[in-house]
């Protein structure tokens, strides 16, 4: 037997094939960090993106009281510094949303701003039309801002169910039997 053909048979076939395997092992293991590296990242992302439409949502129910507290009666109700939270709220949280969601949110915003403007400056506090709006079309504002958050966050969210009667009213803004 010619040792120098076996040993160069062995050597020739399981030095490279070790190599290859060192190799691949190393990128596997720098494949696995970086998988979990973006998962982690992913999920940070997520949950602060959670945190800003939980954010926006409280902001624009905190904003709808404090429409409803200084343009529903007439007279002294307090200061309206708080009028300035809201944007900054929004414009804080904005940046986290899908780009389909900061318009739908930066829209009701919109709303909301030019209904104050357009109260304060033609002096309809306390009007009645000022009240209809405040009673049923800016609520309505909260669940079509649940269902676009909800189908934002939620890809297997789906389009209303017709069994879903009340919230079809609520989002409709007009007087129901449930609201009146």
């Known amino acids: 037997m ?20 060192v ?10 960090g970086n998988m979990q590296r973006d998962i982690i990242k992913s999920t940070k992302w997520h ?15 905190t904003h709808l009281e404090f429409l409803r507290k200084h343009l529903y009666w007439n007279g002294e109700k307090g200061p309206v510094d708080s009028i300035h939270a809201f944007p900054k709220i929004i414009a804080k949280n904005i940046m986290f949303l899908d780009d389909d969601l900061a318009e739908t949110v930066l829209s009701y915003q919109g709303q909301l701003v030019s209904f104050w403007n357009d109260t304060i400056a033609n002096d309809a506090v306390a009007d009645e ?19 676009a958050i909800n189908k934002s966050m939620d890809p297997q969210f789906s389009n209303p169910n017709p069994k879903h009667f009340i ?12 609201n009146t």
Do not use: C
């Open 129 to 147: 039309h000022t009240r209809e709006k405040l009673d049923y079309e800016l609520p309505a504002l909260l669940p079509k801002l649940r269902r």
């Open 167 to 178: 919230l079809k009213f609520w989002e409709a803004g007009e007087p129901t039997p449930f």
């Open 23 to 32: 190799y691949f092992n190393r990128s596997l293991e720098r494949m696995k």
């Open 47 to 61: 949950e602060r993106r959670i945190d800003a439409v939980i954010a926006i949502y409280e902001a624009f129910e």
């Open 2 to 21: 010619n040792w120098q053909v076996l040993l160069s048979a062995l050597i020739g076939s399981s030095v490279p094939g070790l190599l290859m395997g």
